[in-house]
C-alpha cells in the first residue's frame, strides 16, 4: 500500500496510524517507504504500531 501511496504521501502527506506487527521488519520497511516518498514526515514507533506525520 505505502509503495503504491508514494504520490499521495508526497504530495498530499496525509497523518498514518499502521500496524507493524506483520513481519519482523515491517516497522523498517514501512518507515522508509514513508520517508523515501516525503522526507519531512516525523515518525514515531510505539507497540507495534508506526506514527506518521509532517508538522504543520
Known amino acids: 500500500m505505502l509503495?503504491?501511496?508514494?504520490g499521495v504521501l508526497r504530495e498530499f502527506a496525509p497523518k498514518l496510524a499502521l500496524c507493524t506487527y506483520h513481519l519482523p521488519d515491517d516497522p523498517e520497511v514501512m518507515a522508509?517507504?514513508?520517508?523515501?516518498?516525503?522526507?519531512?514526515?516525523?515518525?514515531?514507533?510505539?507497540?507495534?504500531?508506526?506514527?506518521?506525520?509532517?508538522?504543520?
Not at 509503495?3 to 508514494?6: I, L, P, R, S, Y
Not at 516525503?38 to 506525520?53: C, G
Open 32 to 56: 522508509d517507504l514513508i520517508k523515501q516518498a516525503n522526507p519531512k514526515y516525523n515518525i514515531v514507533q510505539k507497540r507495534m504500531k508506526l506514527f506518521a506525520s509532517v508538522p504543520e
Open 3 to 6: 509503495a503504491g501511496a508514494q
